[in-house]
């Protein structure tokens, strides 16, 4: 038997051990990779959302001057296919009272429009509205109606044809504007016809008296039956508010 030298032996081993350590370090499991968490997008804070103002259910055609204790709605017809505030006013302007003195103006209070002449259920107050004065429309024997009667005249011929739809619904809101800031009960809501003492068919037959002088539950103060304030329709319809 061969005996290995001292020198061979501890080589032997030596590289045993390294080949060992060698093995061993190989053998080791690599160390974990790192896995990043998928992207998740901060949670959106939206704005809160803004308060929608309430409805300033009003008025629009107060006067800036003292009113006068308001009794009656006195509603007229021009008998005519055109007209406007600006043509009624020269017209008038023509007419004297029984002292031979000529009018001031336009006799009514409020004029609405047929689109000829003014934009169609366009409302304009005129100067003796905006004054607080009488009107010069009833031709009555009862001075209460001039007085103290609010003349509201549509421009059109109602013994031929029927307001146009945007003239009523205008008429229906200044009127059921008009009742509720004067306490204008329905009855006094009257056609010229009823009180003038020459006969007159004014405001015509076509016009529906009923409709627009009741008390309608569609129509709150201050806004149209579809709930749009009144400040908006009369500037969409073209209304001089002044």
């Avoid at 974990?32 to 629009?60: D, F, L």
């Avoid at 689109?115 to 009107?135: H, L, N, Y």
């Avoid at 009742?179 to 329905?186: S, T």
């Amino acid at each position: 038997m061969r005996t290995l030298s001292p020198h061979l032996v501890a080589l032997s081993l030596l590289c045993l051990c390294g080949c060992q350590g060698c093995t061993g370090s190989q053998g080791l499991p690599p160390p974990t990779a790192s896995i990043p968490a998928p992207y998740t997008p901060p949670p959106q804070v939206r704005p809160a959302p803004r308060p929608v103002p309430p409805v300033q259910a009003g008025n629009p055609w107060k006067p800036s001057t003292t009113a006068r204790p308001w009794k009656y709605i006195v509603l007229h017809h021009t008998a005519t296919t055109s007209g406007s505030v600006d043509s009624i006013h020269a017209e008038h302007q023509k007419k004297t009272d029984k002292s031979g003195k000529h009018w001031l103006g336009i006799g009514y209070h409020f004029v609405i429009g047929n689109g000829k002449g003014m934009p169609d259920g366009a409302v304009e107050p005129t100067f003796r509205w905006r004054t607080q004065i009488q009107g010069a429309h009833a031709g009555s024997a009862d001075k209460d109606y001039n007085e103290l009667g609010i003349g509201v005249c549509l421009v059109g011929n109602f013994e031929h044809e029927p307001p146009t739809p945007a003239q009523l619904k205008s008429a229906r809101l200044l009127v059921q504007t008009l009742r509720r800031e004067y306490f204008v009960p329905a009855d006094n809501v009257v056609p010229h016809k009823e009180i003038r003492a020459s006969a007159t068919a004014c405001p015509g037959q076509l016009f529906p008296l009923t409709e627009v002088a009741m008390d309608s539950q569609a129509i709150v103060f201050g806004l149209d039956p579809d709930g749009v304030p009144v400040e908006s329709l009369a500037s969409s319809l073209g209304s001089t508010l002044r």
